[in-house]
């Protein structure tokens, strides 16, 4: 276990980082991690579900992505932890969206290799028997992979994501107290269709609000990556714009603390994947030879030479609407992955460190509480 405190310098907050144990062995080999995941608390155990990984080689060695079942289960003992089950999904799924709702881990969306998926269903760890309870709910009004996902009360919303039709800007709702009523439509966001947004809800003097912040959009084999940030009033049923991130951001974590905090640890800025991008697209419009073979490994270069993700860990005052930077990872970064509280906790579990690599790591991560 690995404690470690950051002061950030204008000391606006204090984090302290420990290491819980790893994601355990598979086969008697060390655990590669997952990425995309669904995680979330549920009777006091952490619950991590799916996500992908490439067990049998990189993708520039050829290696093939593998979508998993598996769900772990980490219970904590007094200051001790242990994995204490795995269980299984009905099928192998990931980069769908989480929440946690009435004890239940709250999973939607998501995708193989082959499909993305509309199902919604919650996971209820039973202690008693150390099996999941399952409950299905109404399927989403489409498919979706890499959502973002958010719960205020008793509601559910989505937002975004990729569709068979592309990538959307769709916001819908859910309330879980009465599901056969089904999900409802709400107003689209006002910029661009994106994926692998961060979004949460805060309650705050003015009500109830989710925000938005970055993501990013492929088209043709071309990746946006988005620095703009969105306030949805649940009330007046409207967007508003608000302050952008100092730097664009995709596949990060965005949790409200507090009545007027938004933390957001890590992602991408796309300028390394930018790069790659570039020279696959350069390498699939030239025929065999000497110079595809050249683009080829100049890309398979940048993968492997990856410096990681942005470690950074912003604070949004969601009154004053003031970005500040917090603190600095002292961890790889992981991407595609929830944050998760768990008490007064808050919980990295596993994670893509660098295209392709994921970690087994899982990271608790407490904060000074008055500070926001």
């Known amino acids: 276990m690995i404690k470690l405190m950051l002061l950030s310098a204008s000391t606006q907050a204090q984090l302290r980082y420990t290491r819980l ?25 952490l619950l991590i579900a799916g996500g992908a990984n490439f067990p049998s080689g990189f993708p520039w060695q050829g290696g093939k992505k593998v979508w998993h079942s598996t769900v772990y289960v980490l219970v904590r003992e007094g200051e001790a932890y242990r994995w204490q089950s795995t269980q299984q999904l009905d099928r192998p799924r990931g980069y769908g969206a989480s929440v946690v709702w009435n004890d239940q881990l709250i999973c939607a969306g998501g995708n193989d290799a082959d499909h993305r998926f ?3 269903f919650g996971l209820r760890w039973n202690p008693s028997t150390a099996t999941l309870d399952r409950q299905t709910l109404p399927a989403l009004p489409m498919p979706l992979a890499n959502l973002a996902a958010a719960l205020s009360g008793n509601n559910l919303y989505v937002f975004g994501g990729e569709s068979g039709q592309g990538t959307e800007k769709s916001l819908f709702v859910l309330d879980l107290k009465t599901p056969a009523s089904g999900w409802q439509k ?61 730097h664009p951001l995709a596949a990060h974590q965005a949790i409200a603390l507090g009545s007027h905090t938004l933390l957001v640890c890590g992602g991408d800025d796309g300028t390394r ?31 492997i030479n990856h410096p990681g993700f942005i470690r950074t860990v912003w604070q949004f005052r969601t009154d004053t609407k ?43 991560i407490d904060s000074n509480q008055s500070k926001y």
């Not at 790069?275 to 050249?294: F, M, R, T, W």
């Not at 970064?333 to 790591?361: F, Y």
């Open 21 to 45: 144990p790893d994601l355990p062995l598979v086969d008697g080999q060390p655990n590669p991690g997952v990425a995309g995941a669904f995680a979330g608390v549920s009777n006091g155990a």
């Open 118 to 120: 509309a199902d919604v």
């Open 186 to 246: 709400l107003a689209d966001l006002p910029g661009p269709a994106r994926a692998y947004a961060g979004v949460s809800a805060q309650s705050n003097g003015a009500g109830q609000s989710l925000y938005m912040v970055g993501g990013r959009q492929t088209e043709n084999g071309r990746t946006t990556v988005y620095s703009d940030v969105y306030e949805y009033r649940i009330s007046q049923q409207k967007w508003y714009r608000l302050p952008d991130l100092p």
């Open 273 to 303: 994947l930018q790069q790659i991008e570039a020279l696959s697209n350069q390498a699939n419009q030239l025929p065999d030879g000497a110079e595809k073979q050249k683009r080829t490994v100049e890309r398979n270069d940048l993968q």
């Open 322 to 364: 003031k970005w500040s930077v917090v603190d600095t990872l002292p961890f790889p970064t992981p991407v595609t992955t929830p944050l998760v509280r768990w008490g007064t906790s808050i919980v990295i579990p596993s994670g893509e460190i660098t295209p392709g690599i994921r970690t087994p790591a899982i990271w608790k």
